[in-house]
């Protein structure tokens, strides 16, 4: 992720026009903040629950709130408006392991009574393991 106001220079050559640009670098930032924002959310709230296992309501909008961000942002980057380089295949991969944590969490928030401390420590697993993609997959 480059910072968006590393590219906040009128007239860098290298960006082509720093409004539009700025812009949407700035909308990437936030988009990430909230997306980081919401898989402490779930990684916390699951955590803290493993004695008397339970989904934590945070934990769901949490999970949907980082599920979206990501979703906007692998679209924009992949859309070619940002000046980041888009990883698909990295992207993909993320998107099954979210996709599995969250269909984990919908069904814990569902079912309370079938909430177990397996159930939590798969949904921690699954967000270390992406926190692990996002990071070491350059
Ligand atoms: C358990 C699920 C997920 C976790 C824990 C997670 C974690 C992270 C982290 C730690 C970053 C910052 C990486 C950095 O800036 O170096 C990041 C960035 C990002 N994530 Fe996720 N993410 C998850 C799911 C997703 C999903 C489902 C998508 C969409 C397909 C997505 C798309 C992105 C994008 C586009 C970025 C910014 C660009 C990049 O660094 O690759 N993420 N994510």
């Given at each position: 992720?480059t910072w968006a106001f590393a590219?906040?220079?009128?007239?860098?050559?290298?960006?082509?026009g720093w409004?539009r640009?700025c812009?949407?670098?700035?909308?990437l930032?936030?988009?990430l903040?909230l997306?980081?924002l919401g898989w402490?959310?779930v990684?916390?709230?699951?955590?803290?629950?493993?004695?008397?296992?339970?989904?934590?309501?945070?934990?769901?909008h949490g999970i949907?709130?980082?599920?979206v961000?990501?979703?906007?942002?692998a679209g924009l980057?992949?859309?070619g408006?940002?000046?980041?380089?888009?990883?698909?295949?990295k992207?993909?991969?993320?998107?099954?392991v979210?996709?599995v944590a969250?269909?984990?969490?919908?069904?814990g928030?569902?079912?309370p009574?079938?909430?177990?401390?397996?159930?939590l420590?798969?949904?921690a697993?699954l967000?270390v393991?992406n926190?692990s993609?996002?990071?070491l997959?350059?």
């Amino acid at each position: 992720m480059t910072w968006a106001f590393a590219y906040a220079t009128p007239g860098n050559p290298a960006v082509g026009g720093w409004p539009r640009l700025c812009g949407v670098n700035i909308f990437l930032g936030i988009l990430l903040v909230l997306h980081l924002l919401g898989w402490a959310l779930v990684l916390g709230g699951t955590l803290t629950n493993l004695r008397t296992p339970r989904i934590a309501p945070g934990v769901l909008h949490g999970i949907l709130t980082a599920l979206v961000t990501g979703i906007v942002m692998a679209g924009l980057i992949s859309s070619g408006a940002t000046d980041e380089d888009p990883n698909n295949p990295k992207f993909a991969v993320k998107l099954v392991v979210a996709a599995v944590a969250t269909g984990l969490v919908i069904f814990g928030s569902t079912r309370p009574e079938r909430v177990t401390r397996r159930l939590l420590l798969g949904i921690a697993v699954l967000v270390v393991l992406n926190v692990s993609i996002a990071v070491l997959w350059t």
